[in-house]
């Protein structure tokens, strides 16, 4: 059985970070492709992912470009997002996505499974 979870979230001053993790069991991050998803308060969840990698398959949005990066503790069995100059809307919960590295992209549906998602709240 596939599990994602996510920790790290809190509250944060904007111009701050967090570093949020995506622990996996029974699924290999590092052989996949992994991405971020949010849903800011209100809001459906974003269709379109902050940021994924896998293998040769890598982008950031342009909303977080320069701001949002993502690291992975192979060890770890763990996929990381170091969030940096955070803004008031960051706010958001913020969930990881796992699936196949063949069809790695930002889109929602190439991902199998989530997480159940970790609240960042911004405030300014």
């Known amino acids: 059985q596939v599990q994602l979870v996510e920790s790290g979230g809190g509250s944060v001053q904007a111009g701050g970070s967090l570093r949020l993790a995506c622990a996996a069991s029974?699924?290999?991050?590092?052989?996949?492709?992994v991405g971020w998803f949010r849903q800011a308060p209100g809001k459906a969840r974003e269709g379109y992912a902050l940021?994924?990698?896998?293998?040769?398959?890598?982008d950031v949005a342009d909303s977080v470009k320069g701001r949002f990066a993502i690291s992975q503790d192979n060890a770890k069995n763990t996929v990381y997002l170091q969030m940096n100059s955070l803004k008031p809307e960051d706010t958001a919960k913020y969930y990881c996505?796992?699936?196949?590295?063949?069809?790695?992209?930002?889109?929602?549906?190439?991902?199998?499974?989530w997480g159940r998602g970790t609240q960042v709240t911004v405030s300014s």
């Open positions: 996505a796992a699936g196949p590295r063949s069809r790695c992209g930002s889109a929602w549906l190439w991902y199998d499974y």
């Open positions: 029974g699924y290999t991050l590092s052989s996949n492709c």
């Open positions: 940021i994924y990698t896998g293998g040769d398959n890598a």
